[in-house]
């Protein structure tokens, strides 16, 4: 019997939900705000850092900060970072304006919870913005669990993030769905905990070609939908086939 969905984030209940240009832009304009000028080596600087932060979370699974790599980025061009200017961009990061909710994505979750289910949000990202943005767009009341690998340190498919969710939710691997956008990363890890894997067949822009770890293998899902709202019907299946 399925008791929680957990979801990922972009690409899933977002259409698209990172875009390092915009947060480049947005950090050089709250620079710009401390009379602080800076040009394209800024923008090429924090695409080759974020570009190499990637690189290395695909292989250690350990998330990096966000504010971290501001500070690097600074450094690396010869300004000395500032904590309170710093802060200052994180905070506009996380109005995150680069994020576009699926259409279907409210009806979705009052249908889930009206099922009395468990709803969780697991996220890869090294900055936390996935509660301000759900707030926005009025769907926190739908959300029992945010965990964001930021802030437990570990990111998908390493199982701990699944494990805290599951916990969160107090429900086991085999109660649970999860539905994510790239195989390597979010249906790996959850298969091998023994979830029901749900994929969306278009990842998110960001992760489109994106390279992956050579030996981490996709597994195949156990569903592949082009919309959120099919989740109801998956659950729907799997839970009327277990009371027969």
Not at 143 to 155: E, F, G, H, W
Not at 165 to 184: Q, T, Y
Not at 187 to 215: D, F, H, N, W
Request: negative net charge; charged residues 30%; aromatic residues 6%.
């Amino acid at each position: 019997m399925i008791r929680g969905v957990l979801f990922d984030f972009g690409g899933v209940l977002t259409y698209s939900c990172w875009d390092i240009e915009v947060m480049s832009e947005i950090i050089a304009n709250v620079l710009r705000r401390h009379n602080i000028n800076v040009d394209d080596r800024f923008h090429e600087e924090f695409n080759r850092v974020m570009e190499d932060a990637w690189n290395r979370v695909i292989h250690t699974l350990i998330e990096e900060n966000m504010a971290d790599l501001i500070a690097m980025t600074l450094r690396n061009i010869g300004i000395e970072p500032r904590q309170d200017i710093i802060n200052e961009a994180l905070d506009k990061i996380s109005d995150a304006p680069f994020c576009i909710v699926r259409k279907d994505a409210e009806k979705t979750l009052k249908t889930l919870k009206s099922m009395d289910l468990k709803i969780a949000v697991v996220s890869n990202a090294p900055i936390n913005f996935h509660e301000r943005v759900l707030k926005k767009e009025n769907l926190i009341q739908y959300i029992d669990a945010i965990v964001v690998s930021c802030d437990v340190k570990y990111r998908k498919p390493h199982p701990r993030i699944y494990e805290i969710a599951l916990e969160k939710l107090g429900i086991r691997p085999s109660e649970a769905i999860f539905v994510g956008d790239v195989p390597e990363i979010d249906i790996v890890g959850a298969k091998k905990l023994g979830m029901i894997c749900v994929l969306m067949r278009t990842p998110e822009p960001y992760m489109q070609g994106r390279t992956m770890v050579s030996g981490i293998f996709s597994v195949e899902p156990d569903f592949i939908i082009d919309e959120l709202w099919e989740v109801v019907g998956i659950v729907n299946h799997i839970n009327n086939k277990k009371r027969i």
